[in-house]
Structure formats: structure tokens, C-alpha cells
């Protein structure tokens, strides 16, 4: 086990502080706010200074924002469509048909039970 020297100890506590306090007072890192002098433009300034790559990262957005639009509505019909596939809701009564025509149950005919 080292031989812990606690002047030494302290000395380096006290190199630690001081680079703290040297890093805290540098250039840039003083706590204070920003002056607000810096030069606000329009959108379309903005725009202007934009080159060819900025444009098409513009587009791309554009055509997928447009497609995220797009498909709720497209899912609300293609599963609508696919609900209606299972069967017609004006027809209400379709309990009411026999459910294997070969056997003749259904309608309350009981014949095949009783045997």
C-alpha cells in the first residue's frame, strides 16, 4: 500500500482548484449573456444564402412531410376497404341464414340434434 502524504494531497487539491478557477475565467466561459447585437434577418434573406445542398434537404422535408399527410387518410381507406370485405352492413339479417346449408341447421332446425 503507498505511503499517502497529506501535504502533498492538499497540494494537488489545491492545483485542481486553481485550474478550475483558470478555466472558469477564460474567454467566452464568463457566465454573462450574449449582447444581443447580432443581425436578425427575414425568411427569405435565409433562403437566400441557402446553396444547392440546403435546397435539396429543403425538398426532401417537403416530400416527406407531404407523404406523412398523406397516408392517414390512405389507411383509413384501405382498411375501410378491408373491413367492408368481411361482410355487406346493409344486410343485418345474415344470422339469420343457415350456416351450412348441407346439414340444414340453423333457422331452429333441431332434426340432427334429436337423433
Do not use: H
Not at 1 to 18: G, P, R
Not at 84 to 96: H, I, K, R, T, W
Request: charged fraction near 20%.
Amino acid at each position: 500500500m503507498e505511503n499517502w502524504n497529506l501535504a502533498a494531497n492538499t497540494e494537488l487539491v489545491e492545483l485542481s482548484k486553481a485550474s478550475a478557477r483558470s478555466r472558469d475565467s477564460a474567454p467566452g466561459v464568463t457566465g454573462k449573456q450574449p449582447a444581443d447585437d447580432d443581425e436578425q434577418c427575414s425568411y427569405w434573406q435565409l433562403y437566400s444564402m441557402a446553396d444547392s445542398y440546403d435546397y435539396l434537404l429543403l425538398g426532401l422535408g417537403l416530400v416527406g412531410a407531404a407523404a406523412g399527410g398523406v397516408l392517414m387518410p390512405l389507411f383509413s381507406v384501405v382498411f375501410g376497404d378491408f373491413v367492408n370485405a368481411f361482410g355487406d352492413p346493409s344486410q343485418l339479417n345474415f344470422m339469420e341464414e343457415p350456416i351450412t346449408p348441407s346439414t340444414g341447421r340453423g333457422r331452429g332446425d333441431t332434426s340432427a340434434i334429436d337423433t
